[in-house]
């Protein structure tokens, strides 16, 4: 007799969903944001969020897992997130910037 696949429901509406996705998978390297939504996402997580809302709201117990689900609690990172390269260009510039700011102004400064 086979084992029965367990099914969990992470998220208690849809907004939860919303605020996941967009802190995980719209910024994770692994969903493209040019994405088709006709073609699977490179993401197994990210595609069974998508059939999970089109359908019961469930997952697997290997998907909520992976994701990193915690019953109760209303957001949680994703464990395998992976930060998109332009975001880290960007924080990477944008650290660059402050510190050319901060040693200019230690520079002009009559300390």
Do not use: H
Not at 23 to 38: A, G, H, I, T, V
Not at 81 to 88: A, H, I, L, S
């Amino acid at each position: 007799m086979a084992k029965k696949i367990e099914r969990v429901q992470p998220f208690s509406d849809l907004t939860q969903w919303i605020w996941w996705e967009s802190k995980n998978c719209d910024r994770c390297e692994k969903s493209p944001e040019d994405w088709n939504e006709y073609e699977p996402v490179p993401c197994p997580i990210e595609n069974a969020l998508m059939t999970a809302n089109s359908g019961d709201w469930t997952v697997s117990e290997d998907i909520a897992r992976r994701m990193g689900y915690r019953e109760g609690a209303y957001f949680w990172p994703c464990p395998e997130f992976e930060k998109r390269v332009e975001e880290c260009d960007a924080k990477l510039r944008q650290t660059s910037l402050l510190l050319v700011e901060k040693c200019d102004k230690s520079e002009n400064s009559d300390g």
